[in-house]
């Protein structure tokens, strides 16, 4: 059973962004709960609003009106240090474009959000960083740059990062999109782990074929969910 209190709760989530023609709501009024362990998927067209979504619920872009909750943490009022890390803390974030530092190893990029966030400790958190690694099966690219790997290898490196304070919610943007099947699987069964654990995964996709391995799965359209069935 789900702890009765959710991890994460949207209220009434506005996102306007101004242009030169007018304005775009690309977010009207989203209501959304989200509890420990959930493994959720949230699916959509292209311009749907899924990344703009995800970053609210991140806290990387500001809410126009409307409210984000994590626990007892009002996310919408955190200045933008605060949000960072909070961030940091809380959420793992994995970009579609990887973001990863290119003048970095693979090592040192999953350190650097534990240094951000005053967490690292000398040789345990190596120790980890190689364990997230080996988990995203790039152990032995370690020491090696971006650069040095394929896009899909960079695009498993970036989940590593994302894992690497432990966060309680991992939000991920298209993870799978990049990658072969097979290695797909492989980060599909990572997820399905970490979530067995008590992590809370949101994916984001326009593959529908997603509903087979979430516990719930929401369809985002023009700006509102329009779906919001449980799978299991």
């Given at each position: 059973?789900?702890?009765?209190?959710?991890?994460?709760?949207?209220?009434q989530v506005v996102k306007v962004y101004p242009t030169r023609s007018g304005d775009i709501t690309a977010l009207?009024?989203?209501?959304?709960?989200?509890?420990?362990?959930?493994?959720?998927?949230?699916?959509?067209?292209?311009?749907?609003?899924?990344?703009?979504?995800?970053?609210?619920?991140?806290?990387?872009?500001?809410?126009?009106?409307?409210?984000?909750?994590?626990?007892?943490?009002?996310?919408?009022?955190?200045?933008?240090?605060?949000?960072?890390?909070?961030?940091?803390?809380?959420?793992?974030?994995?970009?579609?474009?990887?973001?990863?530092?290119?003048?970095?190893?693979?090592?040192?990029?999953?350190?650097?959000?534990?240094?951000?966030?005053?967490?690292?400790?000398?040789?345990?958190?190596?120790?980890?960083?190689?364990?997230?690694?080996?988990?995203?099966?790039?152990?032995?690219?370690?020491?090696?740059?971006?650069?040095?790997?394929?896009?899909?290898?960079q695009q498993r490196a970036a989940i590593a990062r994302a894992l690497a304070n432990d966060p309680p919610?991992?939000?991920?943007?298209?993870?799978?999109?990049?990658?072969?099947?097979?290695?797909?699987?492989?980060?599909?069964?990572?997820?399905?782990?970490?979530?067995?654990?008590?992590?809370?995964?949101?994916?984001?996709?326009?593959?529908?074929?997603?509903?087979?391995?979430?516990?719930?799965?929401?369809?985002?359209?023009?700006?509102?969910?329009?779906?919001?069935?449980?799978?299991?």
């Open positions: 059973m789900h702890n009765p209190k959710p991890l994460l709760s949207l209220r009207k009024g989203i209501d959304a709960e989200f509890y420990r362990g959930e493994f959720v998927g949230i699916v959509g067209k292209s311009g749907a609003g899924k990344s703009t979504l995800t970053h609210m619920i991140s806290g990387v872009d500001q809410v126009t009106s409307g409210e984000v909750w994590f626990e007892d943490t009002p996310v919408h009022t955190l200045s933008e240090d605060q949000k960072a890390l909070w961030r940091g803390r809380h959420v793992g974030v994995v970009y579609q474009t990887f973001q990863l530092m290119p003048s970095l190893s693979l090592l040192d990029n999953i350190l650097l959000p534990m240094e951000f966030c005053g967490t690292y400790q000398r040789g345990k958190s190596e120790e980890r960083a190689l364990e997230l690694l080996r988990a995203v099966e790039l152990e032995d690219h370690a020491f090696k740059k971006p650069s040095a790997i394929s896009g899909g290898q919610l991992i939000v991920a943007d298209e993870p799978t999109g990049n990658l072969d099947t097979a290695t797909a699987e492989t980060i599909f069964s990572l997820f399905e782990t970490l979530a067995e654990r008590g992590t809370t995964i949101l994916i984001v996709s326009h593959d529908r074929s997603l509903e087979d391995r979430v516990s719930r799965l929401l369809t985002i359209t023009d700006g509102e969910l329009s779906e919001m069935r449980s799978l299991r």
